[in-house]
Structures are given as structure tokens and as C-alpha cells.
């Protein structure tokens, strides 16, 4: 590859972008395009960003508002899948890097660039999120991986990189985690953590109360849902991203969130994490509980086993694919009776559900109920059994006989 002039950068001002940019003008003698997009993840990560990337080398700097899409043009996709990654992981950095590197891409070639780079390690998973977006969106563009290519092999060595050449960070040796937040979650990875048989100390935690510091009151929340998206909390109808904030705090108050999870990375190996993620706990949880409601048997068997599929898919960074929104399209039609709204008790981590109500609903306490009525006739179950049964009963006989 011939050494490219100008790099569009996923720019984010952690450690590893920031000596990116003075790494890549000294080895590539190129100019860098930093891109950065504003997915939620607060001001204290945005502000300053900007000069500080100039300050670093950058020739340009691009910051993007990226919030109201993210809500609603990925999440809410992933909501309405009712995705999860091995039971536990809600994806919230595997869902964002798609968008960002979609972004990266459309600055990339509005400016000019030839050529992009990323900060993600040669061990992650988000390296292959990253590159698989630039060969479905921009396959004509080189990409550069600096942790790939270059000799710092730990966040001590980039650390020390960074002081040499006067790059302000705000990670030290005694506090190297590595976190990602947006507005649907904050992971923390790193330090002790890497080692699963230590207890995650309470200090890494930054959205969520503690269950003991939690109120010793319980809370209540309502979410209401049209075709599997939520819509209003409390019956105040609000913006996709004003949503999910207002469900955040929410949670966040009542401790609700936390997961401490050892996961299969995609490119092979265990890695260990702690994630919070407390306004899309509770969607998720109102959902499952509306859709319990609203799809048949079968359906909603059916939806959660591709339900994990899509889980993968994301995960895996394979969004800009026909499957994926082949998927979308098959969740979007199931979704279409998910209309309703579910109140949920909250109390010091735990959720429950309090009310359930649908238009749609196919609960029927005619049928359901213990007292006997009209639209069931129990003398149909000894047919049912016996038809169910014939293959067990064959079986048996057919062994008994022998």
C-alpha cells in the first residue's frame, strides 16, 4: 500500500486515538481528518475535544451530532429485536460502531481522504465492526490499524507514547480501565477487571447506584410502546433520545443495570467486562412483558431464537449486511401488535412487572381463567393428549414387546 496523504481518523480523545494522531503523521507523514460523533456520551468526553485534537496534529475536525439517529435509526432497531448477547450483553458498543464508522466513511470522502484509521486493538472485536462498515460503505478506501502495525503492545506503553510527546490524557498507571459510554450504556474493561476471579470493586461503577445506596422505597415506571418502539414514559410522550435519557436516570436511581459478564469475543478468546445499562434494561423488560401479551405461541418462540441470530449479527459487526435488514424486516412485521404500555415496580436492582395493557392483547380470561366457561371445553384436551402421545405410546409398546 502507498503511503496515503490525508487519513480520516474514528477520533473519540481516549487514550488511543489521541496518540494516533501524532503516530500517524510521524510514520505516514500524512495529514489526519479526526471524526468524531456525539452518540451521548456527555459532555465531560466532548468538551475541549476538538482543540485538543488540532493540538495533537489534527488538521481538521469533524464532531458530529449523531444522538437522535442513534436512538432511533439502531437502537430501536435492537430493542425491537429483543437481542441480547449471551443472556446478559445489550450491546451498547457493538450497535454504535456501525453508525460511527458510517459517519467516519461520509467525511472520509466529502474531504477528500484516501485512506482510514481506527484505534481498535488487534485483540477486540471492534477492529471487525470498523472494517467490515468500510468495505461495505467505502471498499476503495485503505485502512490503517496503528495497533496492528506499530510497537506499543499495552496501555502502559501508549501511556508513556503520550508523554513524550506531550499528549494530555486522562488515564494513568493506577488508572488505566478502559471505558466506552453513549447514551445507552457505559462499559469498563481493564485494571483488575481482566482477571474474572476478582470482584469488580465498587468504584468503577459511574451510571448506577448501588443496590444498598438505592432508595429503600420502591419505584414505579410506566413505558408505553407503539410497534415495539417506546414512545412515552409516564405517560409524557418524548423524543427518542430524551426518552432513553429520562429512563436512565430512572434506573439508574434504583441501581437497575449492572452486569459483570465473561463473553466470547469474536475474533476467539474470553474476555471479561462490566457494563450498565440502565434505561435499556428496562425497555427491554417492558417489552418482553407487552409481547407476552401481544404474540401467539409460535411467533414469539420464533422471535426469540432470531432474536440471538440478530444478537450475533450485531455483535459481530456485520450491520450493513441483506441479513440484517432482512432481519429488521421480519421484526418490524412481528411488531406490529406490540402496541400497549407495561408498569414496572422497581426496588435496588430488581424489576418487576405491575401492570401489563394492549389493544392488542390475546390473553383471554374467558379461557384462561380456573372457573369453567364456554369458549373451552376440557373434554378436547384427551384427543389433543392422545394424538401428542401416539408416537411415545408406540414407542414404549414396541420396547416392551421386545
Known sequence: MSKPKKVALAYSGGLDTSVIIPWLKENYGCEVVAVCGDIGQGTDELSGLEAKALATGAAEVHVEDMR?????QYLWKLVRSGGVYEH???LGTSIARPLLAKKQVEVALATGC???AHGCTGKGNDQVRFELTYKALAPELAVIAPWREWNIVSREDAIEYARVHHVPIAQSTTKIYSRDRNIWHISHEGGELEDPANAAPEAIWMLTKSPAQAPDTPGEVTITFEKGV??????KSMKAFELLEALNAIGSEHAIGRI???ENRFVGMKSRGCYETPGGTLIYFALRELEALTLDKNTLHYKQQRALEYAE????????????EALDAFFESVSATAT?????QLYKGNIAPVSR???HSLYSLDIASFTMGASYDQKDALGFINLIGLPIKVRALAAKSK
Do not use: C
Not at 437522535?68 to 432511533?72: A, G, I, K, L, Y
Open 88 to 90: 446478559k450483553y445489550l
Open 230 to 235: 417506546p414512545v412515552a414514559v409516564d405517560g
Open 260 to 262: 459483570d459478564l465473561v
Open 340 to 344: 400497549g404500555e407495561v408498569k414496572l
Open 68 to 72: 437522535e439517529e442513534f436512538v432511533s
Open 313 to 324: 449479527l450485531v455483535y459481530n459487526g456485520l450491520w450493513f449486511t441483506p441479513l440484517r
Open 114 to 116: 484516501d485512506a482510514l
Open 357 to 359: 395493557k394492549s389493544p
